[in-house]
């Protein structure tokens, strides 16, 4: 089985700063690449940003400037900085992985943290 445990999410005033992690766990060979995404009440699901195991990374434009993406390949770790939070990103974030296993290649889900920015 392969599990994505996510953590780092809470409670946070406008203008903080969070740092969210995803390890991915189980009996994989690689992670070729792993995203965060978020979803807002009443809203869907949208991508923030994506990183390769190469290092490669792609963000949404929303997010530009102000989220980091970042891997640790040898804890098949992946971070999402968020800086000068608005009460807008106030969402539940996941993280997706796409990941090699015997078998095949499937993406995974976290279970999601949740981020609430207010005052």
């Known amino acids: 089985q392969v599990h994505l445990v996510e953590s780092g999410g809470g409670l946070v005033q406008p203008g903080g700063s969070l740092r969210l992690s995803c390890t991915v766990s189980?009996?994989?060979?690689?992670?070729?690449?792993m995203g965060w995404y978020r979803q807002a009440p009443e809203k869907k699901r949208e991508l923030l940003a994506t990183v390769t195991a190469g290092g490669l990374t792609v963000y949404a434009d929303s997010v530009k400037g102000r989220f980091t993406i970042s891997r640790d390949n040898a804890n098949n770790t992946v971070y999402l900085e968020i800086n000068s939070l608005k009460p807008e990103d106030t969402a539940v974030y996941y993280c997706?992985?796409?990941?090699?296993?015997?078998?095949?290649?499937?993406?995974?889900w976290g279970q999601g943290t949740r981020v609430t920015v207010s005052s």
């Open positions: 997706n992985a796409r990941v090699v296993r015997f078998g095949g290649v499937n993406d995974y």
């Open positions: 189980g009996r994989i060979f690689s992670t070729p690449s």
